[in-house]
């Protein structure tokens, strides 16, 4: 059974970095796209970023140039490494895979962890 855990949120003022991790297991490593997606309170989930089992990346428009996500294949860990936080980028923060869709259907990922709370205050 595939399981995302992830940790590295907190509370930065605007401006502020964060990077967040995410330890999956349960599956091999390969052939699954894996991403962030967000939810903030009163607000639809959205996709935030997203490595493909192709190689291609996706990130919303919202953080292209603010954020970057990256892997390491060998401890099976993805990151997100997002700089000059914005209020905006308060919320919710969950891993998610999925073994079938393109890195650009993130938000529709099967898989998902329990989440880690962003909040950045101006």
């Known amino acids: 059974e595939v399981q995302l855990v992830e940790s590295g949120g907190g509370s930065v003022q605007a401006g502020g970095s964060l990077r967040l991790s995410c330890a999956a297991s349960g599956y091999a490593y390969g052939g699954y796209s894996l991403g962030w997606i967000r939810q903030a309170p009163g607000k639809e989930r959205e996709g935030v970023a997203a490595?493909?089992?192709?190689?291609?990346?996706y990130y919303a428009e919202a953080v292209k140039g603010r954020f970057t996500i990256s892997e390491d294949n060998v401890e099976k860990i993805l990151y997100l490494e997002m700089n000059d936080l914005k209020p905006e980028d308060t919320a919710m923060y969950y891993c998610?895979?999925?073994?079938?869709?393109?890195?650009?259907?993130?938000?529709?990922?099967?898989?998902r962890g329990q989440g880690t709370q962003v909040t950045v205050s101006s």
């Open positions: 998610a895979a999925d073994k079938w869709r393109l890195a650009k259907e993130v938000v529709k990922f099967s898989y």
């Open positions: 490595i493909g089992d192709e190689g291609t990346t």
